[in-house]
């Protein structure tokens, strides 16, 4: 930590980790020089094979589970979470207050790295789009908890994130875009903060990219089970149309075999997504 003194409301940093030490300890070593004297780092070992030294332990393995446990035991009046393959750029530290100004969340801006750009298709980044307010009125959710801020008091009313859902579990995606939607639909009013920065590490090859989008497309039918009504039937085709089948003609007239089958997963996932979580939430 850097030593320096803070101004506003005490920040502590949750950041989940599952037997990826290389990717944690990159994580940590851009975050740390940012944090200030009184600032509190929580990282929380999800049932890792090999414990994490120093880290908070959670037996049973999920990301909202490790998260949930870190802001129960944080004593910040803010909390931000970070994923461990995420890097925080220069300047984000300062940028947590103005973030949060006036608003009960904030959602950061995870980018490609630099040195990255130009690969395959990118992972758990958000639109290159302006400072946002975000409330009940938004058509689209923009965060994801790779980069996210919010006031634990708030994360105490609403609970949280659902332990059903996120990596970890049998729906592995989604708790993150639940659990913003929960707070919108609580009338709680949040910001999109591009100043917010942090870059997430794109590790994964081609089978490991479709593996997440089978996952994304279970979470994203869970999502919409949970909105229900309208507003349910509208993110599940979102998720069927616009986010997978939509791009599969094209790709198929450029003959993208990769877009086309993620498409299809990407698809796939979201009907059994639907199904299991009519029977199981």
Same mark, same amino acid.
């Given at each position: 930590?850097?030593?320096?003194?803070?101004?506003?409301?005490?920040?502590?940093? /949750?950041?989940?980790?599952?037997?990826?030490?290389?990717?944690?300890?990159?994580?940590?070593?851009?975050?740390?020089?940012?944090?200030?004297?009184?600032?509190?780092?929580?990282?929380? @070992?999800?049932?890792?094979?090999?414990?994490?030294?120093?880290?908070?332990?959670?037996?049973?393995?999920?990301?909202?589970?490790?998260?949930?446990?870190?802001?129960?035991?944080?004593?910040?009046?803010?909390?931000?979470?970070?994923?461990?393959?995420?890097?925080?750029?220069?300047?984000?530290?300062?940028? /947590?207050?103005?973030? !949060?100004?006036?608003?009960?969340?904030?959602?950061?801006? /995870?980018?490609?790295?630099?040195?990255?750009?130009?690969?395959?298709?990118?992972?758990?980044?958000?639109?290159?789009?302006?400072?946002?307010?975000?409330?009940?009125?938004?058509?689209?959710?923009?965060?994801?908890?790779?980069?996210?801020? !919010?006031?634990?008091? !708030?994360?105490?009313?609403?609970?949280?994130? @659902?332990?059903?859902?996120?990596?970890?579990?049998?729906?592995?995606? +989604?708790?993150?875009?639940?659990?913003?939607?929960?707070?919108?639909?609580?009338?709680?009013?949040?910001?999109?903060?591009?100043?917010?920065?942090?870059?997430?590490?794109?590790?994964?090859?081609?089978?490991?990219?479709?593996?997440?989008?089978?996952?994304?497309?279970?979470?994203?039918?869970?999502?919409?089970?949970?909105?229900?009504?309208?507003?349910?039937?509208?993110?599940?085709?979102?998720?069927?149309?616009?986010?997978?089948?939509?791009?599969?003609?094209? @790709?198929?007239?450029?003959?993208?075999?990769?877009?086309?089958?993620?498409?299809?997963?990407?698809?796939?996932?979201?009907?059994?997504?639907?199904?299991?979580?009519? +029977?199981?939430?």
């Amino acid at each position: 930590m850097n030593g320096a003194g803070m101004s506003g409301p005490r920040l502590t940093v /949750v950041v989940p980790t599952r037997d990826r030490p290389a990717h944690l300890a990159g994580c940590l070593a851009a975050l740390r020089p940012q944090l200030h004297a009184d600032d509190e780092l929580l990282v929380v @070992d999800s049932a890792s094979r090999v414990p994490v030294p120093d880290a908070l332990r959670v037996d049973l393995a999920g990301a909202s589970r490790a998260r949930n446990a870190g802001w129960r035991a944080a004593s910040g009046e803010l909390v931000a979470f970070l994923d461990d393959d995420v890097r925080v750029a220069p300047g984000w530290r300062r940028a /947590v207050e103005t973030a !949060v100004e006036g608003v009960a969340f904030a959602c950061g801006r /995870v980018a490609v790295p630099p040195s990255q750009e130009g690969g395959e298709r990118p992972v758990a980044v958000t639109p290159d789009v302006p400072e946002t307010l975000l409330d009940s009125r938004s058509h689209e959710v923009l965060g994801v908890s790779a980069n996210l801020v !919010v006031r634990r008091e !708030v994360l105490r009313a609403v609970g949280g994130f @659902d332990d059903r859902l996120g990596p970890g579990t049998w729906f592995c995606a +989604a708790e993150d875009v639940v659990l913003l939607d929960r707070l919108l639909a609580a009338g709680h009013v949040g910001r999109y903060a591009p100043v917010l920065l942090a870059h997430h590490e794109q590790w994964r090859g081609r089978r490991d990219l479709l593996r997440l989008d089978w996952g994304y497309g279970k979470g994203a039918g869970a999502r919409a089970v949970l909105a229900g009504g309208s507003r349910g039937r509208r993110l599940a085709r979102t998720s069927l149309w616009e986010q997978a089948l939509q791009p599969v003609p094209g @790709d198929v007239r450029r003959g993208y075999g990769f877009g086309v089958a993620t498409g299809l997963v990407r698809a796939g996932g979201t009907l059994v997504g639907l199904a299991a979580a009519r +029977a199981r939430l």
